[in-house]
């Protein structure tokens, strides 16, 4: 079972920053916060992840509190090309060797960019 | 850089025929997934190998499905027979694992329609 809350469903302007969030309140010490989106009849994508500190890329940002029980991503000029459903995954990662990278999806939060 | 590979796109068979979806992931990448995605849920893990061996088929109906990667490359999924309920789109994943951070790339997928 997913280990992440997302709302179904959100809005955004085009232009305008996109703020997903997510809830994880169960998450362990040596665990992941990744993001994938989405878009409408195409494989899943992935977009950023992080463990603690707050994480940038091309594609967006990762917000995550310092409890780590919720984070934040951001679009920060949300195009129409960015609406996809979204989501946000806490996934187990073994160092000992094995190859168990198990990405657990949820139904994620379908975001919906509006000119 | 080519993507991961899927064939066919479509698929439409008849309850109890037998169908087969064949993968070529990324040049290089040891790591490979099969997830199934019923309409309105996210991706759902089949089963992963490494190279040519299987690491998780935990989630595999393996009174139906078979799956196998005979020479660490290339992959296909088997259902056979099919039933109603496995009408989804079958997505392919490869990863390059590097230290304890992975990225999984997604194939566009193969939708299948049961009849």
């Known amino acids: 079972d997913a280990k992440t809350t997302q709302p179904p469903s959100m809005d955004c302007a085009e232009g305008r920053a996109a703020n997903l969030p997510c809830n994880h309140s169960?998450?362990?010490?040596?665990?992941?916060v990744y993001w994938y989106r989405q878009i409408h009849s195409q494989g899943p994508q992935y977009i950023i992840h992080?463990?603690?500190n707050n994480e940038t890329n091309e594609m967006a940002s990762l917000i995550i509190t310092e409890d780590r029980k919720s984070s934040t991503l951001i679009l920060p000029h949300a195009t129409l090309r960015d609406t996809a459903v979204y989501y946000c995954?806490?996934?187990?990662?073994?160092?000992?060797?094995?190859?168990?990278?198990?990405?657990?999806f949820g139904k994620g939060t379908l975001l919906t960019v509006n000119p | 850089e080519a993507g991961v590979a899927q064939s066919p796109r479509y698929k439409i068979i008849e309850k109890r025929q037998s169908v087969a979806f064949w993968c070529n992931p990324i040049?290089?990448?040891?790591?490979l997934y099969w997830y199934q995605q019923i309409l309105g849920q996210g991706p759902k893990l089949l089963i992963q190998?490494?190279?040519?061996?299987?690491?998780?088929d935990s989630q595999l109906p393996k009174d139906r499905f078979s799956a196998e990667r005979l020479k660490g490359v290339d992959s296909t999924l088997k259902i056979q027979p099919a039933k109603l309920e496995d009408s989804a789109v079958y997505l392919c994943?490869?990863?390059?694992?590097?230290?304890?951070?992975?990225?999984?790339?997604f194939g566009p997928g193969t939708r299948l329609l049961v009849l």
């Open positions: 040049s290089g990448h040891a790591t």
């Open positions: 994943a490869s990863s390059l694992i590097t230290g304890v951070r992975e990225t999984q790339y």
């Open positions: 992080g463990l603690k």
């Open positions: 190998f490494q190279n040519n061996g299987v690491v998780d």
């Open positions: 169960t998450i362990s010490g040596n665990e992941y």
């Open positions: 995954i806490v996934r187990v990662t073994q160092f000992s060797g094995g190859s168990n990278y198990k990405l657990t």
